[in-house]
């Protein structure tokens, strides 16, 4: 099993960009498909993107696509979201999760396939 610590949120204005980590813990890292999630006040938990337990196949929702880029480096235990052009209605609390199998990327783009999951960072866009 993985434990997920989330870094690099903060506040930042419409146009800019930030990058989030997310470390895990546990020596099996490299064998789970990792996602992003974010949740807004008042709104359900959202797929942001998600990313094979390889790095081979790699998941946007529409929203983000061609501003947001996930990553993964197996040797540092590390997936990454780089966010562009921010946008205020982004403001959330973004999490990271492993997915609920090895090597598996089932049904990655829904929250029920991870069960394992970071305690958020915050992301604040202001306008």
């Known amino acids: 099993q993985v434990q997920l610590v989330e870094s690099g949120g903060g506040l930042v204005q419409a146009g800019d960009s930030l990058r989030l980590s997310c470390v895990a813990s546990?020596?099996?890292?490299?064998?789970?498909?990792m996602g992003w999630f974010r949740q807004a006040p008042g709104k359900e938990r959202e797929f942001v993107a998600a990313i094979s337990y390889n790095g081979i196949s790699i998941y946007y929702a529409d929203s983000v696509k061609g501003r947001f880029t996930i990553s993964r480096d197996n040797a540092k235990n590390t997936v990454y979201l780089q966010m562009n052009s921010l946008k205020p209605e982004e403001t959330a609390i973004y999490y990271c999760?492993?997915?609920?199998?090895?090597?598996?990327?089932?049904?990655?783009?829904?929250?029920?396939?991870?069960?394992?999951w970071g305690q958020g960072t915050q992301v604040t866009v202001s306008s």
């Open positions: 546990g020596r099996t890292f490299s064998s789970y498909s």
């Open positions: 999760a492993a997915h609920v199998a090895r090597y598996s990327v089932v049904a990655i783009t829904t929250d029920k396939s991870f069960n394992t």
